[in-house]
């Protein structure tokens, strides 16, 4: 499997960050770093995140890291991270 980030999931990733840093930089850090390490788990196991009926047609799925929600999506061998 490949996990691949699209650009909406880099935006958010970096408006996470701005908003964190002006607030608590350590606190920033330790989150997007969460946040950047939490969807390698699902290169072992893919299917481990909830599935959203919403999103019927596709294999949208969710995982939460601490209080972030992230949205991914299982593509025949790739996994793209859509949204946090």
Do not use: C, Q
Not at 24 to 36: E, G, M, P
Not at 58 to 73: N, Q, S
């Amino acid at each position: 499997m490949e996990l691949l980030w699209t650009n909406k999931a880099l935006s958010d990733l970096a408006r996470h960050h701005e908003f964190l840093t002006a607030v608590n930089k350590l606190a920033a850090a330790r989150t997007i770093r969460a946040l950047t390490a939490a969807p390698s788990s699902l290169l072992v196991n893919p299917r481990i995140g909830e599935r959203l009926e919403e999103f019927e047609l596709r294999e949208v799925r969710r995982i939460f890291v601490g209080r972030y929600e992230m949205r991914y999506e299982i593509l025949a061998s790739t996994i793209y991270l859509l949204r946090i």
